[in-house]
């Protein structure tokens, strides 16, 4: 057996932070329309449920992140690699900002919008992140 590293372990919390953060929202999106219709009054539960669980999360994607950049010396790396990796940086804040107004979000279009967006932008990042594994 392959002996894991610190590294792996890093990896390995930020992929099952990551499949929390994006795959959460893809379930709950999901579930929303059919528990509206059936238990609207569920929703509130729901939300505050996949709070507890995602937010967490996505505080373990930052903190993995960095450490993942403290790890290499970026200015030895590409212009290409720099760039997605800002790229990368950019859209996870823009994913938790939209996160955090459709989470606090009274209005409809602070619902609808800030979900979406924040869905949009967490799939970016993660495709983003795998280029960069790809040539770190």
């Given at each position: ?31 929303v ?54 790229l990368?940086i ?14 606090g979000?009274k ?9 979406a ?20």
């Open positions: 057996m392959l002996s894991p590293t610190a590294e792996t372990f890093r990896l390995f919390l930020h992929v099952i932070s990551a499949a929390i953060w994006v795959g959460g929202q893809f379930v709950v999106a999901g579930i329309p059919g528990m509206r219709r059936a238990h609207p009054e569920a929703l509130k539960t729901l939300a505050q449920g996949f709070a507890r669980v995602a937010w967490p999360a996505f505080g373990v994607l930052v903190i993995t992140g960095m450490w993942s950049l403290m790890d290499i010396d970026i200015t030895t790396m590409s212009s290409a690699f720099q760039t997605t990796v800002l990368k950019a859209f996870a804040v823009i994913a938790g900002i939209a996160a955090a107004i459709h989470a979000g209005s409809k279009a602070a619902l609808a919008i800030g979900g967006l924040g869905a949009v932008f967490s799939v970016a990042a993660l495709f983003l992140g795998l280029l960069i594994t790809q040539y770190a």
